[in-house]
């Protein structure tokens, strides 16, 4: 197998790669990393001292890629498949980019501010700082209800490397801070719930759901 991904079903970066891999059915051999486990967690640490997954191992070309983007650019790349993450075309790929960037750090990272304070042991919760990400994350709803007036995907034409980044962190973000009467963004959130891909993702999460807190 050329492909290895490190990885957990929950992490929704790590579901941000899985959604492409799956999108284009491309070949892999997934491994879960458990960092409750020391054996685990320090073979890891080897590998991307870092400590952040997803990262991706393509044996045939002796390749370590980290960063769920950067994975799935690099199969675009090097693994074609049917969907073209990022588009040929210089300023649709631009767009594409940003949009990606937008929702890793406009929706991922206050979704995940938000969920992790929830799991901190009592007396070290961070209100100030969870208060801040409700409001990003809101500010972001805003802007992505407006943005997907004007079609079905978030780079207006074909499903990309955006989309994967918007799957995971909206369904969770939506447990926590729910989208409400956002109609065109409640609406897009349906369409990926509803991609073949996604769904097979977020099927394979399932086990681990109890876990996040609510």
């Known amino acids: 197998m050329t492909l290895r991904l490190y990885y957990h079903p929950l992490s929704s ?7 492409a891999l799956y999108e284009n059915d491309t070949p892999f051999e997934g491994e879960v990393v458990n960092f409750m486990d020391p054996k685990e967690d ?33 199969l675009d790349l090097h693994f074609p498949g049917r969907t073209r993450f990022v588009p040929a075309d210089p300023d649709l790929a631009w767009g594409t980019r ?7 750090l406009y929706v991922h990272v206050p979704m995940q501010k938000i969920v992790t304070d929830r799991l901190r042991p009592k007396g070290s919760n961070d209100g100030f700082g969870v208060d801040q990400a409700k ?9 992505l209800d407006e943005h997907m007036a004007g079609g079905e995907w978030v780079n207006g034409v074909d499903f990309s490397v955006a989309d994967c980044a918007a799957a995971a962190p909206l369904r ?8 409400g009467g956002r109609k065109n963004l409640a609406a897009y ?26």
Request: overall charge positive.
């Open 13 to 19: 970066f790590c579901q941000k790669v899985l959604t």
């Open 42 to 74: 320090a073979a890891f640490r080897k590998m991307w001292p870092l400590r952040k997954f997803p990262i991706l191992r393509d044996e045939t070309r002796d390749k370590l890629v980290p960063e769920s983007t950067t994975i799935i650019e690099y």
């Open 98 to 104: 940003f949009w990606d960037r937008f929702l890793d």
């Open 135 to 143: 409001e990003t994350l809101a500010t972001a709803y805003d802007l």
């Open 172 to 179: 969770f973000a939506d447990m926590q801070v729910p989208i």
């Open 189 to 214: 959130l349906e369409r990926l719930k509803a991609r073949p891909s996604f769904a097979r993702v977020w099927k394979e999460a399932e086990p681990f759901l109890a876990m996040v807190p609510q």
